[in-house]
Structures are given as structure tokens and as C-alpha cells.
């Protein structure tokens, strides 16, 4: 009888610490990243720049939305957009909220002032500030990867810029909006959506998801 | 081989499933006796497994009914012993009480009583003495009328009468008086010992309701120790009834520890941080959940130490004067944590308007005026934050009950469950031993051609030989 609840005891116990590595296994693996990455472009070329001021909504909505280590970025799409001197302001969200709440206070103030100074730019290179997007969005590593694109999507290069290349968007959300339409896309709608189509493809063929979002009374949907 | 080939061993596809059905019809008739004995003995196979399955449950039920009945009686025992000692303490304290002070008691009582007898005898009715001039009355009633003196005689006599009477009259008033006044003196003493008596009575019917309860609970205490049905049952339901009441009352001590974790987890995200996690669980949730954990814990052990429950017998064993250390640490530890909270709780209230501030400046409107009651929600929320804590304390008594009921009824739902089992087994055991037979009978079906002619061979009289039936229908 004794052996008997000596067995059941041993096993028991060799149960319970088999529960307990495999739970110290599995707890000490890498959490997933749970933080979101934002990369908001502005188009800034032509008639598009009376537009900033809708952009400055969209830039506080999105500070509302964002959590603790959350990264924002906002820069401009100009003639050439690979840069980093394209960032307007950037900002990774403290851990506590207190800080976070500051650090948004501090953003918000800073863009309105960077978004009042910012010139308009003669060509519009979205494909280049789409791959500085990737390349800023990949550094950071955030668990959720968003691209806002505030452009009537109309690509104007200058001459010998090459952008003819494919940019790696598995796994980006990619949102255009205020997607304004041109007075040739009044004359002949298919340009508008042909260009909405392209675009899509371009970024759905790399993996990345594509949406428009023109209603701007209804940003819920964004984040 | 397919099934247009199978048609084609005779010219006419008719006659070619004709001369199928007949060999199929041969072949399942040569094999009946074989056919039968393989789904009889199948079936009975697997009666009999069900049949030990069911064994082995009914064994392992009566088991576990046992051992919940040795539960509940241990339990009922120990909680009857309880009821009864508590029962002797009070007994012994109303007694101290009453009879401490027993001997003034009966000193007043005699006191009064003498005094009373006292009264009563000087209140004696004393019958007045007849006066001498009765005697005189009868001399001069003997006297001679004729003689002349008698007329001042008399009325010398009728004067001294009424002078007698007047003095009698008076001294029989002023003994009135005195009497009356020595029995309104006795009305005060017999009120007092009436009264005494009275609370005598009261302490006597006390001790005789305790008396008859202690007479109750030792009867139903016998009824344990002997481990009749009846004191079983009256516990399972008992156990059943704490078990429910104790699991609502947890409930509700789940969800004040619920509103209490979000009253702290916001400001402990500053402390930890808000964006850790343990799997799906925010760090700052979990802290906040741990500091409820430990307030329930230092609740647990201070019940422990005030010996209102039980649940770790060590801190009740303890020496006195550690186990007083013990409650006085566990309770500063307490006071401490309900403070912590409360500020804690102050926080969130701060973290909360500087959120609303950074959003009202985001949506691009003006900071919205402050309403002169906010302090109201500021005040109940520490409020809270520091009441809560104390109020969890009190979550060891239901969940002391929680543990104990807990056990019969897992022990009780357990044999429910064995005794389901038991039944389906039972029905499948039978169910296979009349799908053998009907299994049997299925298969004749095909051949009753063959059967058909056997029987008219064979004769109407004859009986088939009982080949393959199961022992169900071979034994009587």
C-alpha cells in the first residue's frame, strides 16, 4: 500500500514538473511583437499641397489611435522620395502613457509646424517614398505595418529617375487616401481608376494588402 | 472485373444474374452455420467486454461512494464538534455570568424577605381591648332605678363613653395609618424580587434552550459517528447548499477584485510599462492582479490568525503571542497595500484627464471645462480603491467553505457520471446481444429459398438444428 502511494506520488510529481518545463519552454521563446508602425506620405507636389490641411487630421487621428511603442512616421513626397531627409517628424511611443501622451502633445505641435514650412515639390516620386517606407517600417520591426499614401496617386518622375522596380510590400498594409480625382480623370474616368488598379496590382503582386479610404469623415476604418 | 463482365458468362444478361443470385444463394447457404457463429460469437464478445467495463465502473463507483461518504462524515464531525464546544463555552460563560452573582442575588432576596416579614408582622391587626367601662355598664345596669344618684351617675357613664370612643376611634385611625403605610413600604420589595425572580427564570430558560440545542446537535453528532443514511444525506445536502452560496459569494468577491484591477491596472502600466506582455496578458493587468492576489492572501492569513478559518491548521496552532504578531503584521501589511491603492487609484484619475487632454487637443478642439463635481468620482474611486482591499479580506470564509464542499460535490458529480457510464454500458452490452440474433436473422433473409426447401425436406415436424444461437436463447 505504502509502495503503491509512493509510485502514484512519484508520478505525480514527474507530471507536474513535466507541466512546468514545458510551460518555462514556451514562455521563454520570443514574444510576438504586438506594436503597430505607421508611414504616412504626403503628397506635396502641385495642387495636392492645398490638401495638407486634411492631412493634419489624418496625422492627429492616427496619434489618437497609437499605443505604447507604436512608431509614426510622416514624410513628404517630393521629387525624389528616397531619403531620409523626406521625414518630416518621427516618433516611437514610450512605454508609459504618461510619456506616450506627451511624446503625441510634442508630435503634434512639431507637424503642424513642419506641414505650415514645407514647399510644394515640382514631380512626385511615390514609388521612392514607398521603398523609404519599407526600409524604415522593416528597421523598426513592428508587429503591424501600415503605409497611409495622401496622394491623388499620379506619379510625375523626373527624368533619369528609375523607380521601375518592385517594391517589397509582403506583409505592409498599404491605404491611399484622399485620393483626389484630376480634371483629365473627369474628362475620362478610366484614367482614375486605371491608376487605382495599377497600383494595386503593384502592391498586392508583392504580398502587401491595398485599400482606399477617400472618406475622410470615417478614419475609424484606418487603424 | 467489372460488373457489364459479370453479366456476360451467359448470352442472356437475365439469365446471367439468374445464375449469380443461385450461386450467391449456394455459397451464402453452405456458409450459414460458419456465418452464425461468427456474428454470435462477435456479439458476445463484445457483451462480455461491456459486461466487465460495467463491473469495473460499479466497483470503482462503490469506491468512490464510500470514500465520500468517509469525507462527509469527517467533515460533518468536525464541524459538529465545533458547534457542540461552542455551544459549551456559551453555556459556561451565561453561567459565570448569572451565577457570579448568585450569592449577592440570594442575599438581596433574603433581605427582602425579611424585611417584608418585618413589615408584616408590625402590620399585624392588633384587636382593641374591650374598655373596664363594659363592667360598669353591667353594675349599672344592676343598680336600683329608684335610687336617685343614678341619673348623674349615668350621665358621668355617658360621657366617658363617648370620651372612650373618640380616643378609640383615633387610636384605631393612627394604626390604620401605620398599617398602610408599612404595607406601601412592602409594595417596593416585592416588586424587587419579583424582578429578581424574573431574571432568574430568564437565565434558567436561557440554559435550558442551550441545553436542549447542545441535546440536538449531540443526538445528530451520534447520527454522524454511527454513519447513518439519514445524517448522510442531511450532509450531502448541506454540502451541496454551502457549495452553491459559498461559489455566489465568490462570484461577487471576483467581481470587486475585477473592479478593483481596473481601478489600479492603468497606473501600474506607468510602473511596468503598457505594452508587456505574458502571453496574452498585459503585464500591467497582471501586476494589478497580483497586488489583489496578495490583499486576499494577507485577508486569508489574518482569518487564519483571528482563528475564523481554518484552512491552514500550522497559523491556528501557533503559540498566542506569535499568532497575535502574525495578525497585527498581516494587518499593517494590509493598511499599507489599501493605501498604496488608493493612490494608485488617485493616479488613474490623473492619468485619465491628461489622456482626455492629449485627445481634445488631437481632435483640434479646446480643453473641455472641468465640471466642479469631478471631485465626487475622484474621491469614490480612492474611496474604493482603499475599501476594496478590506472588504476582499473576508473572502477566506466563503471560499474555506468553497474548498470544503468542493470535494463532495466532485465526488458526487463523479458518480453521477460513473452511474451514466454504467447505464450506456449496460444498454450497449444488451443492445449487442439482440443485434447477434437480429444479425442471424438478417442473414437468412437472402437464403430463405434454400431454408425454404430444407424445412418442406425435413418435414413440418422437424425442428432446425440449433446452430448458432446464442447463449442468450440457449439458456434458459
Known amino acids: ?223 | 472485373m467489372t460488373f457489364e463482365s459479370l453479366l456476360e458468362i451467359t448470352p442472356y444478361p437475365g439469365l446471367s444474374i439468374l445464375l449469380w443470385v443461385v450461386l450467391g444463394m449456394a455459397v451464402l447457404y453452405l456458409a450459414r452455420s460458419s456465418a452464425h457463429h461468427v456474428l454470435l460469437t462477435l456479439c458476445q464478445a463484445l457483451h462480455d467486454i461491456l459486461n466487465l467495463a460495467v463491473q469495473a465502473i460499479t466497483a470503482t463507483e462503490k469506491k468512490l461512494v464510500q470514500r465520500n461518504h468517509e469525507v462527509l462524515l469527517a467533515a460533518g464531525r468536525e464541524a459538529k464538534e465545533r458547534i457542540v464546544e461552542r455551544e459549551f463555552v456559551r453555556i459556561g460563560d451565561s453561567v459565570n455570568r448569572d451565577l457570579v452573582g448568585y450569592p449577592g442575588l440570594q442575599r438581596a432576596l433574603s433581605d427582602a424577605i425579611t424585611r417584608i416579614e418585618e413589615d408584616h408582622q408590625h402590620a399585624a391587626e392588633v384587636p382593641p381591648e374591650p374598655t373596664a367601662w363594659v363592667k360598669a355598664v353591667e353594675v349599672v345596669a344592676k343598680l336600683d332605678r329608684q335610687e336617685l344618684s343614678v341619673g348623674p351617675l349615668l350621665s358621668q357613664i355617658h360621657k366617658s363613653l363617648v370620651d372612650a370612643q373618640t380616643a378609640s376611634l383615633k387610636e384605631y385611625r393612627d394604626a390604620s395609618a401605620k398599617r398602610h403605610g408599612l404595607l406601601q413600604r412592602m409594595m417596593p420589595q416585592w416588586r424587587r424580587i419579583q424582578h429578581t425572580l424574573d431574571r432568574v427564570g430568564k437565565s434558567i430558560d436561557s440554559l435550558l434552550e442551550r441545553s436542549r440545542s447542545i441535546d440536538r446537535h449531540l443526538s445528530e453528532y451520534r447520527e454522524i459517528v454511527a454513519g447513518t443514511d439519514h445524517s448522510i444525506a442531511v450532509l450531502s445536502s448541506s454540502s451541496l447548499v454551502q457549495f452553491f452560496i459559498s461559489a455566489l459569494v465568490l462570484a461577487v468577491a471576483v467581481g470587486g477584485a475585477m473592479i478593483n484591477i481596473l481601478l489600479i491596472a492603468r497606473p501600474m502600466a506607468e510602473m511596468v510599462g503598457g505594452t508587456s506582455f505574458i502571453g496574452t496578458f498585459r503585464m500591467a493587468d497582471i501586476a494589478a492582479l497580483v497586488i489583489i492576489m496578495v490583499e486576499v492572501s494577507m485577508g486569508l492569513f489574518l482569518m487564519e490568525s483571528l482563528r475564523i478559518t481554518r484552512l491552514f491548521p500550522v497559523i491556528g496552532a501557533l503559540p498566542d503571542k506569535l499568532r497575535v504578531r502574525m495578525m497585527a503584521v498581516t494587518f499593517a501589511i494590509l493598511l499599507m497595500l489599501a493605501s498604496v491603492e488608493a493612490g494608485l487609484a488617485y493616479m488613474r484619475e490623473i492619468l485619465m484627464q491628461d489622456e482626455l487632454a492629449t485627445s481634445a487637443l488631437l481632435r483640434g478642439g479646446a480643453a473641455t471645462a472641468q465640471s466642479p463635481f469631478m471631485w465626487i468620482t475622484t474621491a469614490a474611486q480612492m474611496g474604493m480603491g482603499f475599501t476594496l482591499p478590506f472588504a476582499l479580506v473576508f473572502v477566506a470564509i466563503p471560499l474555506e467553505t468553497f474548498v470544503q464542499s468542493l470535494r463532495t460535490v466532485v465526488g458526487l458529480l463523479g458518480i453521477g457520471g460513473l452511474r451514466l457510464l454504467r447505464l450506456v454500458l449496460r444498454l450497449s452490452s444488451s443492445a449487442f446481444v439482440h443485434a447477434g440474433t437480429a444479425l442471424v436473422r438478417i442473414y437468412d433473409i437472402p437464403i430463405f429459398m434454400p431454408l425454404w426447401v430444407e424445412h418442406r425436406w425435413r418435414g413440418p415436424g422437424a425442428k432446425r438444428a440449433p446452430v448458432g444461437k446464442s447463449r442468450a436463447e440457449v439458456a434458459p
Open chain 1, 1 to 223: 500500500m505504502k509502495h503503491a502511494m509512493n509510485n502514484r506520488a512519484h508520478r505525480s510529481l514527474a507530471v507536474a514538473a513535466a507541466c512546468i518545463a514545458s510551460l518555462a519552454v514556451t514562455s521563454c521563446a520570443p514574444p510576438e511583437p504586438r506594436n503597430t508602425g505607421v508611414y504616412l506620405l504626403l503628397d506635396t507636389s502641385g495642387t495636392y499641397h492645398e490638401e495638407l490641411d486634411k492631412a493634419k487630421q489624418i496625422i492627429n487621428f492616427t496619434l489618437s489611435r497609437l499605443d505604447a511603442l507604436d512608431s509614426f512616421a510622416v514624410a513628404r513626397i517630393d521629387t525624389g522620395s528616397f531619403s531620409e531627409r523626406d521625414i518630416l517628424a518621427k516618433v516611437t511611443l514610450d512605454d508609459r502613457p504618461s510619456a506616450a501622451n506627451q511624446q503625441k502633445r510634442e508630435f503634434a505641435s512639431s507637424i503642424e509646424r513642419f506641414l505650415d514650412d514645407t514647399p510644394k515639390s515640382s514631380h512626385t516620386d511615390i514609388t521612392g517614398g514607398l521603398l523609404q517606407a519599407v526600409e524604415f517600417l522593416n528597421e523598426k520591426e513592428p508587429g503591424r505595418k501600415t503605409i497611409f499614401i495622401f496622394s491623388d496617386l499620379k506619379e510625375d518622375l523626373e527624368a533619369g529617375y528609375v523607380r521601375d522596380i518592385e517594391v517589397p510590400v509582403e506583409g505592409f498594409e498599404v491605404v491611399a487616401l484622399n485620393v483626389t480625382k484630376l480634371r483629365s480623370d473627369n474628362v475620362d474616368p478610366r484614367e482614375y481608376l486605371d491608376r487605382l488598379e495599377m497600383w494595386k496590382r503593384k502592391v498586392e503582386a508583392e504580398g502587401g494588402t491595398w485599400r482606399v479610404v477617400n472618406d475622410l469623415d470615417r478614419l475609424e476604418t484606418l487603424l
